[in-house]
């Protein structure tokens, strides 16, 4: 491949996220002024708000559990797996993690790594089940794993009891609360010189979370295990074609295995930073739902790649903080829903634009190198007419004069 074809392929792939953005600012004004609000008002006041130092750190933090939930998703469009599931898996995990967490008679040293065990070995179990009836049964993972997010809705309220893994505490019910030696260690340490030197000083409530780093090493991981890999390999393979996988001697269903698995057991890690790191420690009735959902849009959104995920979970994270004040002007604050859903639904549009341009810009140049191949082919057909014209010898004339060699030049 060229210089010059890279670098049209790299504009091409970059065009598609900046046409969706433009596409969606373009909608999302007309739709300020239909309702008669100020288009420049709205945007500059979200700008205002996302350069504060507390939603600076919120966009952060938000953006970490959210990349973590749409890599978990991710692992499962790499092998064409449709992992609904990860909003049951992450719930589940959580609080079967609280109520590791919270048992008495742990020593400290081992609490932390515990509550991290119990939360990815819950969520592999979890997405677990859907992979063995997808193997077993033909059951589709899409079906089976919104079945058994209803189900995990249906245990954590069950398990969330008085008497079971809740207590009640005022006019709330939750897990017991984690104790201090569960807490995953803060990067507020490393985070607030860094802020300060750009001049932003959150408030001190306002932590940047530890696990940040967490998901940078599983978007290394995930980066590595799909390109380094003979196991990423396989994986692309058989989300490519699994037929041509089953040929090639892949074994399709232990795939299938490994790769919700391990979906599961990033999903699991969901939401530790919102058990391990923010205000409560425990898992009640306010836990946040919905976070798996959203790592759908995400993953779709960054393309299943590391780096793009990183970028969407920010943009998503960005939207979700920078609409709340809206509701002082008057503006309500689904505005932020509507232009994730602009931007999601122009981004599928722009790269399936972006990619039919690419496939026949590469149709085209294949047939441009087959036709410099192919092109000395009819000027020796001339030359050979014209010989032959002028009664002279040709090599096809003298093989048919040469015993058993007639018919050699039209038979295969």
Do not use: C
């Amino acid at each position: 491949m060229t210089a010059s074809l890279r670098l049209r392929r790299f504009l091409l792939l970059l065009a598609a996220p900046v046409l969706a953005l433009v596409i969606s600012l373009v909608a999302v004004t007309l739709l300020l002024l239909a309702i008669g609000n100020s288009p420049g008002e709205t945007f500059q006041t979200m700008l205002r708000t996302g350069t504060q130092p507390n939603a600076v750190v919120d966009i952060v933090n938000k953006g970490t559990f959210l990349y973590i939930a749409a890599l978990a998703v991710a692992i499962g469009f790499k092998m064409n797996l449709f992992n609904i599931g990860v909003d049951g898996q992450y719930r589940l995990a959580a609080l079967i993690a609280a109520g590791v967490g919270g048992a008495p008679g742990i020593p400290g040293f081992l609490r932390l790594p515990l509550i991290l065990v119990a939360a990815v070995l819950v969520g592999a179990m979890w997405a677990g089940i859907a992979a063995v009836l997808k193997i077993t049964r033909g059951v589709n993972e899409v079906l089976s794993t919104i079945m058994l997010n209803a189900i995990a809705t249906a245990a954590t309220a069950y398990l969330l009891q008085d008497g079971g893994l809740g207590v009640i505490t005022g006019n709330s019910i939750g897990t017991r609360p984690v104790p201090e030696s569960g807490w995953f260690p803060s990067l507020d340490p490393i985070a607030r010189p860094l802020l300060g030197a750009f001049g932003l000083t959150p408030s001190p409530s306002k932590q940047v979370y530890g696990f940040l780093v967490v998901a940078v090493l599983l978007g290394i991981g995930f980066w590595v295990l799909v390109n380094r890999t003979r196991f990423g390999f396989d994986l692309r393979a058989t989300g490519a074609n699994p037929s041509a996988a089953v040929a090639s001697g892949i074994n399709v269903k232990r795939m299938i295995l490994v790769s919700m698995l391990l979906s599961g057991a990033v999903a699991g890690l969901v939401g530790m930073p919102l058990l391990l790191e923010s205000s409560g420690h425990n898992y009640s009735q306010n836990f946040p739902t919905g976070i798996g959902f959203t790592g759908i849009a995400v993953a779709l959104l960054g393309r299943n790649s590391p780096i793009g995920i990183a970028f969407a979970a920010l943009l998503w994270a960005y939207l979700d903080v920078t609409t709340a004040p809206l509701a002082l002007f008057g503006i309500s604050d689904k505005l932020s829903a509507i232009m994730q859903a602009l931007i999601l639904l122009a981004v599928v549009v722009a790269y399936e634009v972006v990619r039919r341009t690419t496939a026949a810009s590469e149709q085209r140049r294949v047939a441009r190198e087959l036709g410099d191949d192919t092109a000395p082919a009819p000027t020796a057909g001339v030359e050979m007419s014209k010989a032959s014209r002028a009664g002279m010898p040709t090599d096809k004339a003298e093989s048919a004069d040469r015993p058993g060699t007639a018919d050699t030049g039209t038979r295969r």
